[in-house]
């Protein structure tokens, strides 16, 4: 094996900027909102290995400018992210993940977002092609195996969960059948009469 990638990754319950040593197109599973001041929006993604991207109030700005602020419109839609090096933090420049493209638009958009205390600036938005973003994984081996583990109790499913994170996106959308199957395995069994046993 030759490819870096894993060696040099930063270790974070999220996506860091380091992470992008090139842009990258994802697809966008599930996003949360939680009443906090710091990086407020959580962003889950088809292949996040279970890091989200939690994106900074600029990105965040893009989002919500393009595809509204109802987020839960975002779900199955794709943007693509990257690192730029620019981006500064108690002024020394740090680098952060920003939008380059996304989709549900046909020409490039220009938008006027507040970028630091007081100040504006423009950032343009590409449209973004999809036929050159990777298809996204297909669900069904996981959600198969996922079903498989719940068929035998809350106990199986909770160690294949642990135990298969980058498979956690794609299988949210069947939670609610999972809960139902653990449930079912789990439920007391009316106890049978032994064959043997006399009749009275």
């Known amino acids: ?23 990258r197109t994802i697809r966008i599973t599930e996003v949360s909102v939680q009443a906090t001041p710091e990086q ?20 965040a700005r893009c989002l919500a400018t393009i595809w509204g602020t109802n987020s839960a419109q975002w779900i199955g839609l794709h943007c693509t992210i990257y690192n730029d090096p620019t981006v ?48 996204p994984p297909d669900p069904k081996p996981a959600q198969d195996a996922a ?16 135990a298969n994170k980058d498979s956690h996106a794609l299988v949210t959308g069947i939670m609610d059948d999972l809960k139902a199957l653990t449930a079912k395995a789990d439920a007391p069994q009316p106890a049978q009469e032994a064959d043997d046993e006399p009749p009275l």
């Open 1 to 23: 094996m030759t490819d870096v990638t894993q060696a040099i990754a930063p270790k974070s319950d999220q996506m860091n900027a380091d992470d992008l040593l090139q842009p």
């Open 40 to 59: 407020p929006i959580t962003v889950r993604f088809d292949g996040d290995s279970g890091r989200p991207w939690k994106p900074c109030k600029t990105a």
């Open 88 to 135: 500064t933090w108690a002024g020394a420049a740090v680098g952060g993940i920003r939008v380059s493209h996304m989709d549900g638009i046909d020409k490039p958009r220009t938008l006027q977002l507040t970028k630091t205390r007081g100040k504006k600036g423009a950032v343009t938005i590409q449209p973004l092609v999809l036929a050159d973003a990777p298809p």
């Open 147 to 162: 079903r498989a583990a719940a068929e035998k109790g809350k106990a199986a499913f909770t160690e294949w969960w642990k």
